[in-house]
């Protein structure tokens, strides 16, 4: 299978790849853009980048922490459980204000990721498994809370879901915000660098006196608190809470984006540029499957293939 | 006692090397022959004993929880969730993860009720036959390309669900499975009072257990979960023995999706979300570790049946929503993994 007596297509693959994990997920969009522009009626609308970019807002928050938990060399597979968790939240304390209401929803986010933190941290639960057990219970939690979808009549959240400021509908206002925030933490903070360096190398920060565990608890509620802002905007946007079937599977497209935006799943390095590419570039594949008349069968089918030559790709890096 | 052997081990400076570490490259248990001790007894009977204290409790407790009726409903309730969990077994004993098996499952009830109408060998080989190839793709991106198993099989799981939804016409068409099927007989009746199902698991639990315990390729397994390197070495044909142990997961959420479908007389097309949640929970509970290297099929066997008792349980009562079922399936996945680190820490002495 190595292939020694081909070093002309080896070359060609160590310049390839790492070129690839860097910037693909770039060309992906702009292909998609190219390809829309070209063969999709009424794709060049102010109407239709807003319908996008209000779409994508809880795929790129979500991402937005998944990042940070892979960065740490983690998973975390509740975040769709965690999203159905708040929306639940929203609908059982609507009576109290839609202010209560929301702070509710975010706590008890940063709650679940709380518990996904100290499974990990603490316990030395595999990240996989802590974070499958939330999802399994948390998905179950909000049902027994909010069995079925439970319509929300309020004007300060349809005002959240639908509202706008400068012509910029909030949602994506917020979601740049948090993007703003992530970016500045990554880069710019002793913080950011812990997460990386956990991620890299645990052992070496365990030696070099970093908190290690502080730093992943923080991390995963820091997940779980975003989880809950997506399911938040999710709910505002929908004008209902539906535990049922809000964030099912969105875990496989947050983790996607991700690792297509250059993150790999070992950790020890976070891409959150390439990351909302990511995002955008499954929203983009998503609409243009389904613009051009794909059923949703064929759009999870190509999805799937997406999924698996982005880790495929991605994987080269691990192995240097 | 376990105490003395913790101490024993840490004195003598070899991890690898404490009394009850026979097994070598077989995770922290051995090779699962048991000594005797105290942890050894909890991580091999924990779910049994459990299992025992809530029959005992509900008999107790809940009206006619013992007639042959409720416990006929509650082993044919679980023979399809465990078909699928011995499947999980073999995945997790490798060290990997199948999340696929649920749509997996719903993929090969509607093929089957489609191939129904060919007749019983249709519908049984059409749904074999592509999830084995579902599994079989796993298992070449897991062990040949080397992506990681959660990643490939929430990916599969998409696609089986696509390729679900593409045959049921965007999942408006329920297909159903014609009067008069020879299968259906051999799927709805009772031999001796007991389903054909159960009887079914019972025989493929026993075929797998032998197949574990006795022969190279269960050895395979092992070896490939305990260290895949070491296995590697020892000469241990690593990528074969991991696309087995996910092809057979994929060939079996088929057959207890197939077999699901005709005794239902449909293919329902949201039957088995979440139900790979469900299979792990009991592959966990039963006493198999999810790091891979360790475990029994027996486990997997009462941890599917002690699920079900408890959602039985949770039905008989009153005013408890079903859904409570997935929150007690969680707690109890975090609770065993818990306890399992902690054992797996006081056996190896650190």
Not at chain 2, 42 to 56: D, E, I, S
Not at chain 2, 106 to 111: D, I, P, T, W
Not at chain 2, 137 to 162: D, E, H, Q, S
Request: with cysteine.
């Amino acid at each position: 299978m190595t292939a020694i007596g081909m070093p002309a297509v080896r070359v060609d693959r160590t310049r390839a790849v790492p070129w690839l994990q860097e910037y693909g997920v770039y060309i992906g969009v702009a292909a998609l853009l190219v390809f829309n522009l070209v063969f999709t009626p009424h794709f060049l609308s102010l109407e239709n980048f807003r319908t996008q970019a209000v779409q994508v807002t809880p795929v790129l928050i979500l991402s937005l922490g998944m990042a940070l938990v892979i960065a740490t060399g983690g998973i975390d597979l509740s975040v769709g459980s965690v999203m159905a968790l708040s929306a639940a939240m929203i609908s059982l304390y609507l009576g109290y204000g839609p202010v209560v209401a929301v702070l509710v929803a975010l706590v008890a986010g940063a709650a679940a990721g709380a518990v996904n933190g100290a499974l990990v941290a603490f316990a030395g639960v595999q990240a996989i498994v802590a974070t499958l057990a939330m999802m399994i219970g948390g998905r179950g939690l909000s049902l027994v809370l909010l069995p079925q979808l439970d319509g929300i009549r309020n004007p300060g959240i349809r005002e959240l879901g639908a509202g706008e400021a400068l012509g910029v509908p909030y949602l994506v206002w917020i979601s740049a915000v948090l993007v703003a925030v992530v970016v500045f933490v990554v880069r710019r903070t002793v913080f950011g660098r812990r997460i990386v360096a956990i991620g890299g190398n645990r052992r070496a920060g365990e030696l070099s006196g970093l908190p290690v565990r502080r730093t992943l608890l923080v991390v995963y509620v820091l997940c779980g608190l975003l989880a809950a802002v997506a399911g938040v905007l999710a709910t505002a946007r929908l004008q209902a809470s539906d535990p049922n079937s809000i964030g099912r599977l969105i875990e496989l497209s947050a983790i996607t984006a991700v690792v297509v935006g250059g993150t790999p799943l070992q950790g020890g390095r976070v891409r959150i540029a390439g990351t909302v590419a990511g995002a955008v570039l499954m929203q983009l594949l998503v609409s243009t499957l389904i613009k051009h008349d794909l059923p949703p069968s064929w759009t999870q089918i190509a999805q799937t293939a997406v999924i698996i030559a982005a880790v495929y790709v991605a994987r080269e890096r691990g192995r240097k | 006692m376990t105490a003395v052997k913790s101490t024993a081990a840490s004195a003598t400076g070899l991890p690898g090397g404490g009394p009850g570490r026979k097994g070598g490259v077989r995770g922290p248990f051995g090779a699962g022959g048991g000594d005797g001790s105290a942890a050894e007894f909890v991580q091999r009977h924990g779910a049994l004993v459990v299992l025992a204290a809530v029959l005992a409790v509900a008999a107790l407790t809940i009206d006619g929880f013992f007639s042959v009726g409720n416990l006929n409903h509650i082993a044919v309730g679980a023979a399809f969730p465990a078909i699928i969990a011995l499947g999980m077994t073999f995945v997790i004993i490798t060290g990997g993860i199948d999340l696929s098996v649920g749509t997996v499952f719903a993929l090969a009830g509607v093929l089957a009720a489609w191939a129904s109408q060919y007749g019983s060998l249709a519908a049984l080989a059409l749904p074999l036959g592509v999830c084995g190839l579902i599994g079989a793709l796993n298992g070449v991106l897991i062990a040949k390309a080397r992506l990681a198993p959660f990643i490939v099989t929430l990916a599969t799981m998409l696609g089986a669900w696509g390729l679900m939804l593409a045959v049921s016409d965007e999942g408006s068409e329920t297909y159903v499975v014609p009067d008069g099927l020879a299968l259906t007989p051999m799927v709805q009746e009772r031999f001796l009072g007991i389903g054909y199902p159960v009887l079914l698991v019972l025989v493929l639990f026993a075929v797998g257990g032998v197949a574990l315990r006795r022969t190279g390729w269960g050895q395979n397994l092992y070896a490939v979960g305990g260290n895949e390197d070491a296995a590697a070495l020892m000469g241990v044909p690593v990528a074969r023995t991991k696309i087995s142990a996910y092809s057979l997961s994929g060939l079996l959420a088929g057959l207890a999706g197939a077999l699901n479908a005709v005794w239902l007389g449909s293919g329902v097309t949201i039957f088995g979300i979440g139900i790979e949640l469900d299979a792990i929970s009991a592959v966990v509970i039963g006493g198999t570790l999810l790091a891979g290297g360790y475990g029994f099929v027996s486990g997997s066997l009462v941890g599917v049946l002690l699920l079900n008792v408890i959602q039985n349980i949770i039905n008989g009562i009153g005013g408890l929503s079903s859904a409570f079922q997935q929150v007690v399936s969680g707690s109890f996945l975090i609770t065993v993994v818990l306890a399992q680190n902690y054992l797996s820490r006081r056996r190896e002495g650190n």
